[in-house]
């Protein structure tokens, strides 16, 4: 990774120049699948433990790392929904070609004050190429998943 990444597991890992309250939202954001088994949601935050389930689940899909990253409202701008579905479209292409299972996602504000957020699960990708694509979707974040490990937020510069 050429440029630097803070890693964000609680607000206080954030430095103070960051927006506070723009971090708080990410950090307090829900991050859900309900594709992983039969239909179960599995639901998750940066800097709490991984759900049971997700550590059987990478165990089960032989990977160690997963991202959770998203194409929509590039640099916490509201898009049309088209915009977002088609640059979400985008993404999960490129995903395809770097990622040993991508599943859908969404991404739920828990107080309501911004829309949900379409979003994939990345099994078996490289740190690398996870922060690659969250740059090239302009995210200002995306969360990273290691086996054992609490989920964290990873804030892209």
């Keep these: 990774m050429s440029k630097p990444i803070i890693v964000i597991r609680k607000l206080e890992d954030s430095p103070e120049w960051l927006d506070r309250r723009l971090v708080t939202a990410y950090i307090h954001t829900i991050y859900s699948t ?13 800097g709490q433990s991984l759900p049971q389930q997700l550590e059987d689940f990478l165990e089960e899909q032989n990977c160690n790392t997963c991202a959770i990253i998203t194409a929509w409202n590039p640099g916490s701008v509201t898009q ?7 640059n979400n479209r985008k993404l ?3 995903l395809l070609e770097v990622s040993a299972l991508v599943l859908p996602g ?13 979003s994939y699960f990345a ?29 964290e937020l990873w804030w892209l510069l």
């Design 34 to 46: 309900s594709h992983v088994r039969g239909g179960m949601t599995l639901r998750l935050h940066p």
């Design 80 to 86: 049309t929904v088209s915009q977002n579905t088609r």
């Design 106 to 118: 969404t991404n739920i504000d828990p107080d309501n004050r911004w829309p949900s957020e379409e």
């Design 123 to 151: 099994f078996g990708i490289f740190a690398e190429n996870a922060v690659q694509l969250g740059r090239k979707y302009g995210q200002n974040a995306i969360v990273w998943l290691e086996k054992s490990k609490q989920p």
């Design 92 to 94: 999960e292409a490129d």
